[in-house]
């Protein structure tokens, strides 16, 4: 079973899959031992879900029994013949999603105002596992002292460390990523691009990359590992989350960073990083969820944005033409650190 059916399952649960579709999928997946474990683990979880939203309260025993209970259940998944299939399905997600309400009603007590900020970070991490690729609208705001910052707005298409972003500059539309492997890919038009291993990626590219893209569950580990966390609740329905770099940290990424969490889903729906250099603030990001959904394998491949008769560049191609691409993109992405103050002179 590959990631595209675990995202096609996780739909089928939402009942966000045509109906054509499902069925097809239940077809290619019936007699797998690996797909049926999932999907029964998947629809316990999808149904406790629903019915966690109506039981927004458990006391800690009951808690530990449903997880002992949910952890035997899991255990114990057998492949079943062919013509119970289904019923084996709509089965596991009733009566095992009584089991995981109660775990998920757990969670949201949890989340009540009395949470931990590291709590409500280690929930939003949870709820970052899902088999979703995420478009944030990214705005990067330049320091510059004296004067009004620059700005620059793009969408962020993110699917674990891989992405791909898309920004007008120059009067032209530019997109480019990274893939599984940590390469980098560019096309400066739909008619060029460029393609580099990840050993290839200069250091200032490669700072472009962390600067404009973000690896949220990374983030949160980062976040958790390494800074002093204050929770802010500001609604029923929000919570912010301040992060400041611990104590004596030396050369942190960031100086500061701000998450905004949804409190009922714990999905991360902003986060504001100001990025830190030899310790000045030289820029701050913050990308803004807006949906959540499967996206084109293509989109997050450098073939996927130039025309059919594209041409690539690569390390095959001659040094001398790409160095060129490449000079051209960093300046495209590149924020400058600012310039150190000079005091006055007397």
């Given amino acids: 079973m590959n990631e595209t059916d675990r995202q096609l399952i996780d739909r089928l649960l939402d009942e966000d899959l045509p109906a054509g579709e499902g069925a097809a999928l239940l077809e290619r ?24 939203l109506k039981r927004q309260t458990l006391g800690e025993t009951a808690l530990v029994a449903a997880t002992r ?22 089965s596991w997600a009733t009566a095992a999603g009584i089991v995981f309400a109660a775990i998920v009603a757990g969670v949201f007590f949890l989340s009540q105002p009395s949470t931990s900020a590291a709590a409500v970070v280690q929930l939003a991490l949870k709820a ?22 620059p700005r620059q707005e793009s969408r962020l298409w993110t699917r674990g460390d ?37 050993e290839e990626v200069p250091e200032q590219l490669q700072t472009a990359c962390e600067l404009r893209s973000v690896q949220m569950e990374t983030l949160l580990r980062e976040i958790l590992a390494g800074y002093e966390l204050r929770r802010e609740s ?52 913050t990308f803004a969820l807006i949906e959540s959904r499967l996206q084109d394998n293509a989109s997050y491949t450098l073939e996927g944005h130039l025309d059919p008769d594209g041409v690539i560049v690569d390390r095959a191609t001659g040094r001398g033409q790409r160095g060129q691409l490449i000079a051209e993109f960093v300046r495209l992405v590149r924020v400058r650190p600012p310039a150190a103050r000079v005091p006055p002179q007397q």
């Fill in 234 to 285: 500001v609604s029923a329905e929000r919570d912010l989350i301040h992060a400041q770099p611990k104590a004596g940290t030396v050369n942190s990424k960031y100086s500061a960073v701000l998450l905004e969490v949804d409190s009922r889903t714990h999905v991360v729906q902003r986060v504001e990083l100001q990025r830190a250099y030899q310790g000045r603030t030289i820029a701050t990001v």
């Fill in 29 to 52: 997946i019936e007699g797998d031992r690996e797909a049926v474990a999932y999907v029964a683990k998947r629809a316990s979880l999808h149904a406790g879900l629903r019915q966690a």
């Fill in 128 to 149: 970052q596992a899902a088999l979703l690729d995420r478009c944030y609208r990214v705005e990067v705001r330049g320091e510059r002292h004296g004067a009004s910052p």
């Fill in 162 to 198: 891989r992405f791909w972003n898309q920004f007008q500059a120059d009067g032209k539309t530019v997109a480019w990523g990274r893939d599984e492997g940590g390469g980098v890919w560019f096309a400066l038009s739909p008619k060029v691009g460029a393609r580099l291993a990840a």
């Fill in 69 to 90: 209970m949910a952890e035997d259940s899991a255990s114990n998944i057998i492949v079943m013949p062919r013509p119970r299939f289904r019923r084996v399905i709509a």
